[in-house]
């Protein structure tokens, strides 16, 4: 659902530009809460991985493919605002280095693919584990529920955005009726690799899982006939939180091999949007990307003829580059974090007569 430049027209895509400059800039100051010790190291690693699965198109209609779109899978993996930064990198390393999604249309594709789908996700999910009993099958099934409502919740955004800046004549009504459709079978694929990659970290590292904490199901006593909770243990001796290095290790290595390797097998057929603009004529004024050019364009190293070596070394390439961005900037916002609850922080904000002592 990479939208080129020129499907929209500039004051829309400027005004979505400007939504998701905001909505970037909130999310900035939200991570700062939901990264901690757990999720920091983790989330560049999220980033990376929806990267890898994004190279893998898989078929879902005839002469249509569709590929992960990751907010739901973020959301849940790492929380919300931290979610939104995640899919953000992604479309940000895949405008500028792979020419994949328009530079001026960054807003419309941050606004549909990073936003929309983060929020309606996180939403649909934490509804869903409120109301389901409580247990990593919940969890699965939420995510499963989650994903699969995401992804044609972003195709009606995107007909949304398409009614009010359209830049062809086209009806509305079979855009959105061919949009959804399509994205309705995409979801399923979205709602499958985002279940089975959460039930595998709950599977070895719950407490990695965002989206699983607090939910423990409290034991329960039956005293005269009636259930009561069972009272709160002495606290343990704290012990040193297990390591992540396993678990980001796998994750690296598992990104890796399915953008150097398996992307290579994906569909070649496009994707649910391509396909639709190309059958409802909503591409005739598209652009030619600014980043055409760039020796990594279209997911494959310049000057490089062999299919296989050149898309797996841009696969590889881009794994590596998005997992440092994205360590980069939630590392740097984890430190925020810390500076700003620090002892001389607290002092500060909890002694107002500290200037006068």
């Not at 989330?43 to 190279?55: E, R, S, T």
């Not at 953008?259 to 097998?265: D, E, I, N, T």
């Not at 430190?335 to 002092?347: E, I, K, L, V, Y």
């Amino acid at each position: 659902m990479h939208v080129p430049d020129g499907f929209i027209n500039a004051p829309v895509s400027a005004v979505t530009g400007v939504i998701a400059a905001g909505a970037v800039a909130v999310s900035l100051r939200g991570a700062r809460r939901e990264l901690d010790e757990r999720t920091a190291p983790l989330a560049g690693l999220v980033a990376a991985f929806i990267f890898a699965v994004q190279m893998l198109n898989f078929p879902v209609a005839a002469g249509t493919s569709g590929h992960l779109l990751g907010g739901a899978l973020a959301a849940i993996l790492v929380g919300p605002y931290t979610g939104v930064l995640c899919v953000s990198v992604v479309l940000l390393m895949q405008g500028v280095l792979f020419a994949d999604g328009g530079l001026t249309a960054l807003g419309v594709n941050i606004t549909d693919m990073a936003i929309v789908t983060t929020v309606v996700a996180y939403l649909t999910f934490r509804g869903l584990v409120k109301v389901l009993p409580r247990g990593r099958r919940s969890i699965t099934v939420s995510a499963f529920v989650a994903a699969l409502i995401s992804v044609p919740a972003a195709a009606v955004a995107f007909t949304f955005i398409y009614a009010l800046g359209g830049t062809t004549d086209v009806s509305i009504g079979k855009v959105a009726t061919a949009m959804v459709g399509v994205h309705v079978l995409i979801g399923i694929g979205e709602a499958a690799i985002t279940a089975l990659t959460v039930g595998a970290v709950i599977a070895v590292r719950p407490d990695l899982v965002y989206g699983a904490r607090g939910l423990t199901q409290k034991l329960k006593l039956r005293v005269g006939g009636e259930l009561v909770d069972v009272p709160a243990a002495e606290a343990p001796t704290p012990v040193a939180a297990p390591s992540h290095r396993k678990v980001w290790i796998a994750g690296l290595v598992a990104s890796l091999v399915l953008a150097g390797f398996v992307s290579f097998y994906a569909s070649a057929d496009p994707d649910g949007l391509e396909k639709v603009a190309h059958d409802k004529g909503i591409d005739k004024k598209a652009e030619e990307h600014a980043s055409s050019d760039s020796p990594l364009a279209d997911y494959g190293v310049k000057d490089i003829a062999d299919a296989r070596i050149s898309g797996g070394l841009a696969g590889v390439i881009g794994v590596g580059v998005t997992v440092v961005a994205g360590t980069a900037v939630f590392w740097s916002l984890r430190r925020r974090r810390t500076a700003d609850t620090g002892p001389a922080s607290t002092a500060t904000v909890s002694d107002p007569t500290s200037e006068n002592a």
